[in-house]
């Protein structure tokens, strides 16, 4: 199955998109992969995806990407002894560690380890930021705040800490039960780590993980921003998750740091995946808005490797079109005739490596020639990922005799992905190379490919060698 497209679409798979031949649909509309969030999906109700996401692979003969979304720690306020109050701006109201229903002047907020840390001065956003408060005193056991905006508070509303720290991990004991259940499967390529706040989190998620999945880091949190780089530098990919963050920050930062984070993955060779209320209407809606079109551009353009779909895929009224709809807009930009300089200009000077410096060989040469398509071998997922880096105008194909690794690159930007057995030597290489660019429709006989691989072949991490070829009449290298 040829994509005419570089970006890559990852969809959130629910009620609305959980049987076998939905699932189907959605991928043969443009889904690379697919998410599941075990915020909502159970043990069980995760293994039988993972089965019938399989099922649809097999038959279509493409590497699909599995990723799980991990819930992370939800912090929220205990309960009301009417079920909801009002409240008004400027008065009184409490948050304490007394496990009794709550009034207008104070609620049980379950987590010691918010009343240890907000200090005054922070804020407390509940229920999205639809009540504003501010921390006036603390003593550990209680934060007095004042409220600043907003009237109305209900049971086990969110708490979210724009302005906290808090000295605890990404891990709950639901997520360390949920990553175990998804490890055991052997079925996933990614696990996606909610809330992350400081490169020290990833730090149990990869002892526990032991290079089984890629971690992908969700950045929601003010606090991560502040060490970004070493979280990249951990991480093996990043997720804009554009929802909480847009929460805890003012929502005009948010398209900035969209872009800020987007180049930074870029400069490192990380896929970036940008996320959260992408075609929000079209949950209910046949068609998006025109902002949501421009949204999506937006990311495209910025060179993205992947846009994710959450409600619109999971819950919505039109799965399939959600999926459809993202698809033709990513194409129409990518063909859009600023497109290639926009992309261009954001590139960063390769590093002083030589999977680097063959990446961006293959890259000029392949633009220079105007040939078919950049083929890659690579066993790690390390070729791919650089050669995707240089966000070249040809098609790259990633050949890997690995299927979990080519299920990985799955969300990387520009990789066609397909699994084949390691060339046994030079010529089966370039052969083996030639016969697979022309049976997956991205060239014809009499053009011309680029190959890079590492000599000796089948050696990870040595990508060392280029080499041009024809394609022949029988699929097979030319003179």
């Known amino acids: ?3 005419n497209r570089k970006v890559k679409i990852l969809a959130t798979l629910g009620p609305a998109s959980s049987d076998e031949q939905m699932i189907q649909k959605l991928h043969e509309a443009g889904a690379d992969l697919f998410r599941i969030n075990m915020s909502h999906a159970s043990h069980d109700v995760m293994r039988t995806l993972v089965q019938r996401i399989r099922a649809v692979e097999a038959r279509c003969g493409r590497p699909i ?12 306020v205990g309960k009301f002894a009417e079920g909801k109050v009002d409240l008004k701006v400027g008065q009184t109201f409490t948050l304490d560690n007394r496990d009794e229903p709550g009034d207008n002047t104070r609620v049980f907020l379950p987590h010691p380890e918010i009343l240890e840390a907000v200090k005054p001065g922070h804020r407390l956003l509940i229920d999205d930021g639809k009540l504003h408060l501010k921390a006036e005193k603390t003593d550990g056991k209680s934060i007095v705040t004042t409220v600043v905006a907003g009237t109305k508070i209900s ?6 800490l724009p302005d906290t720290l808090l000295a605890v991990g990404v891990l709950t004991d639901k997520d360390r039960a949920d990553l175990d259940a998804l490890l055991a499967t052997g079925e996933f390529d990614w696990v996606a780590l909610s809330f992350v706040q400081r490169p020290e989190d990833l730090a149990e998620v990869r002892k526990i993980a032991r290079g089984r999945v890629g971690l992908m880091s969700k ?18 990919a990043l997720m804009v998750a554009r929802g909480d963050l847009g929460v805890e920050m003012p929502l005009e930062s948010v398209p900035g740091l969209q872009k800020q984070l987007t180049r930074a993955c870029r400069r490192a060779g990380k896929p970036v995946v940008v996320a959260t209320q992408m075609l929000e209407s079209m949950i209910s809606a046949p068609v998006p808005t025109r902002a949501e079109v421009s949204d999506v551009a937006t990311a495209v353009f910025e060179g993205a490797d992947a846009v994710m779909l ?28 600023h497109y290639s300089s926009i992309i261009y200009a954001q590139r960063t000077p390769p590093e002083a490596t030589g999977a680097d410096a063959i990446s961006l060989a293959a890259h000029q040469i392949a633009e220079t020639l105007r040939l078919s398509a950049i083929v890659c071998y690579t066993s790690s997922g390390t070729t791919g990922l650089r050669a995707a880096r240089e966000r070249p105008q040809v098609p790259i194909i990633a050949l890997s005799p690995i299927v979990q690794t080519a299920r990985r690159l799955s969300v990387v930007w520009g990789l066609h992905c397909v699994v084949t057995e390691d060339a046994t030597d030079l010529d089966d290489m370039v052969n083996r190379a030639c016969r697979i660019v022309a049976a ?11 190959i890079s691989a590492g000599v000796p072949l089948g050696t990870p991490g040595a990508t060392n ?7 022949g009449s029988d699929g097979m290298s030319g003179v």
């Open 440 to 450: 997956e429709g991205f060239g014809k006989p009499g053009e011309r490919v680029i």
């Open 155 to 160: 049971d086990r509303k969110g708490v979210s």
């Open 310 to 337: 959450s409600a619109e895929s999971a819950s919505g009224e039109y799965p399939v079109e959600a999926v459809s709809t993202m698809a033709s807009i990513a194409s129409n930009v990518e063909r859009d005739p």
């Open 219 to 236: 950045i929601e949190k003010p606090q991560a921003l502040d060490r970004i780089d070493e979280i990249i530098e951990l991480s093996d």
């Open 65 to 76: 990407g599995i990723l799980g979304d991990l819930q992370g720690p939800k912090l929220r």
């Open 1 to 3: 199955m040829k994509r």
């Open 465 to 471: 060698m280029l080499r041009i070829a024809y394609i």
